[in-house]
């Protein structure tokens, strides 16, 4: 669903009549605003990322933007790089460049990436691809294959693309699919056999361990598996992944979520280890991705309305910067936030959710918090010089950190800029 002209003008009214009409700012504003900094992403990673001589992508750059041609590659950056350019192809963005760098991505993807005995993406290789340094599986890496796949497929129609989607699904369906308590499990061996008990995993849990993180992607994955196949097995799981995210990860007397839980879905709150605590970005992600995935079974998101306001209630709460817009990392539970760094891919995931709520509820505050949002966005994440965003903002609000390392490459805010330029086009057509 869509705010349509009259219910937006109604909104200016409102705020007008009620002294405010000087801090609106209307939906056709921020396209040009947004366009541009799609652009400084873009320009960014294309075509100086796209390695020539080994294949696949460069995505090992510094604060400056400077790039490591000699960095390993892992599947997470990889496959997220080429689902960019996929998604950017098949929205008309340069189309010609963009579909020949996803062409680019998806041939190292599939020659130098997939395991051949065991089926299924090594977790990564060294720069030229020929040699696997962590051959494992991880269900989050493997999910992003399976996104990368599924958009590749629906941008270029490659029946190579969707084959490998089919018979990667198809490992998740024999191998990580948990039949007795739902969802998947989280580790693998590289032959898909389970590690030891106790033996940490990529993303520093243990084989007894669900995470919602995994989980979340896994939704966005088989949300877009589902849109590219129609498969009737994908469509029972996206209804349960939707269950997990909209009931299982959430802590009901706290209306957040939090990450850790045992197979069977008890949560892991141990303080010692840090796993009492909120990621906003999390949540607040949760939130879009879910309305998204029931948009893609048909299905109104509204009967989840209700929790996705408790969820941004608490986000609003605890983790969002009131002075100049933007969510700090994390927190502990009921507490202010702790952790006060601005990361790029919170703002990003905030700014698609914030517009997604004002889509579903008409609640202006949605709509400031998107304006604010992206206005500390446009003023310090963004790095107008060297291009892309900074990793990472302080209080002080001086940025740090990398611009291209094995999690960090152009998905969120890429994906960001587009879902909500999708948005802001439908809102603008006035007078």
């Known amino acids: 669903m869509r705010i349509s002209e009259l219910t937006w003008r109604s909104a200016i009214q409102r705020l007008a009549g009620a002294g405010c009409a000087a801090a609106v700012e209307l939906p056709r504003n921020f396209i040009p605003r947004l366009e541009n900094n799609l652009r400084n992403i873009v320009d960014f990673w294309y075509p100086a ?7 696949g992508y460069v995505i090992n750059h510094d604060a400056a933007g400077k790039p490591n041609p000699a960095g390993s590659k892992g599947i997470v950056t990889q496959a997220r790089q080429l ?8 929205s008309g963005y340069d189309s010609q460049q963009m579909a020949e760098a996803a062409d680019h991505g998806f041939a190292f993807l599939r020659d130098k990436m997939w395991d051949r005995q065991h089926g299924g993406f090594v977790w990564e290789v060294d720069a030229s691809g020929t040699n696997v340094i962590h051959p494992g599986k ?35 369906e024999k191998h990580a699919y948990d039949r007795q308590f739902g969802g998947y499990r989280e580790s693998f061996n590289r032959d898909w ?14 084989p007894d361990l669900k995470l919602m993180n995994t989980h979340l992607h896994l939704l966005e994955s088989v949300t877009t598996y589902y849109r590219a196949t129609e498969s009737r097995i994908a469509r029972q799981r996206l209804g349960e992944l939707i269950i997990i995210e909209s009931n299982s990860v959430v802590r009901k007397k706290l209306n957040a979520c939090t990450d850790k839980y045992d197979r069977n879905w008890t949560p892991r709150l141990d303080a010692a280890k840090h796993w009492n605590r909120v990621s906003y970005g999390h949540v607040l992600e949760n939130v879009w991705l879910l309305a998204d995935a029931c948009r893609a079974l048909d299905s109104s998101p509204y009967p989840l309305v209700d929790l996705f306001r408790d969820l941004w209630a608490y986000s ?15 927190g502990p539970f009921d507490a202010a936030a702790d952790d006060r760094s601005k990361l790029w ?25 998107f304006t604010k949002t992206y206005g500390f966005i446009d003023n310090y994440q963004t790095d107008w010089k060297s291009g892309e965003w900074h990793e990472s903002v302080g209080p002080d609000l001086k940025p740090k950190g990398a611009k291209g390392h094995m999690w960090k490459a152009g998905y969120h805010n890429g994906r960001a800029m587009m879902e909500c330029l999708e948005v802001l086009r439908e809102m603008s057509p006035l007078v």
Request: glycine share 8%; hydrophobic share 40%.
């Open 49 to 55: 990322t796209l390695d020539r001589t080994n294949g």
């Open 83 to 90: 689902w960019l350019f996929s998604r950017l192809a098949r």
């Open 138 to 172: 991880s269900t989050y890496g493997e999910s992003f294959g399976l996104y990368a796949l599924s958009e590749y497929f629906r941008a270029s129609k490659s029946k190579a693309a969707l084959d490998l989607a089919n018979e990667l699904f198809a490992l998740f």
């Open 193 to 206: 056999s389970l590690p030891p008990a106790g033996e940490e995993g990529y993303l520093s849990v243990t």
């Open 316 to 330: 609003l709460k605890y983790g969002y910067d009131a002075k100049y817009g933007g969510f700090w990392a994390s």
């Open 345 to 369: 891919w919170v703002q990003a995931e905030a700014i698609v959710s914030a517009l997604c709520m004002y889509q579903l509820t008409k609640d202006e505050r949605y709509w400031d918090v």
